[in-house]
């Protein structure tokens, strides 16, 4: 089985087409991408990219796992929305209080 974080960087080098520019998204370096994607191909036991001058093209069995990596991706996104939503204040609070109690307990004088 692979590393779910490998699909990080498959999903990255997909819609960038290369090694540096997907580093740079990522705040990598291009060698960092390269071992992540041949760490999930040698973990599925396939190659997913085709290199090329332009850049990389994806494989059919690249094309076959983007559709479960960009589920997968949505999935997560959404968890993080709804975790963050749930333990963020939803707007301002004011508290109103005397000049003598607000100079002396408040946080923000």
Same mark, same amino acid.
């Given at each position: 089985?692979?590393?779910? %974080?490998?699909?990080?960087?498959?999903?990255?080098?997909?819609?960038?087409?290369?090694?540096?520019?997907?580093?740079?998204?990522?705040?990598?370096?291009h060698a960092t991408v390269a071992r992540h994607i041949?760490?999930?191909?040698?973990?599925?036991?396939?190659?997913?990219? +085709?290199?090329?001058?332009?850049?990389?093209?994806?494989t059919p069995a690249g094309e076959a796992l983007l559709?479960?990596?960009?589920?997968?991706? %949505?999935?997560?996104?959404?968890?993080?929305?709804?975790?963050?939503?749930?333990?963020? $204040?939803?707007?301002?609070?004011?508290?109103? +209080?005397?000049?003598?109690?607000?100079?002396?307990?408040? $946080?923000?004088?």
């Amino acid at each position: 089985m692979f590393d779910w %974080n490998d699909l990080r960087f498959f999903l990255e080098l997909q819609r960038s087409g290369r090694l540096l520019t997907a580093a740079r998204r990522l705040n990598t370096t291009h060698a960092t991408v390269a071992r992540h994607i041949e760490a999930i191909e040698k973990s599925l036991g396939t190659a997913l990219f +085709v290199q090329h001058a332009q850049g990389y093209e994806m494989t059919p069995a690249g094309e076959a796992l983007l559709k479960h990596a960009e589920a997968m991706e %949505n999935v997560a996104l959404l968890a993080q929305e709804g975790i963050t939503q749930s333990t963020a $204040p939803l707007g301002k609070i004011r508290v109103g +209080v005397t000049e003598g109690l607000g100079t002396s307990f408040s $946080p923000v004088a």
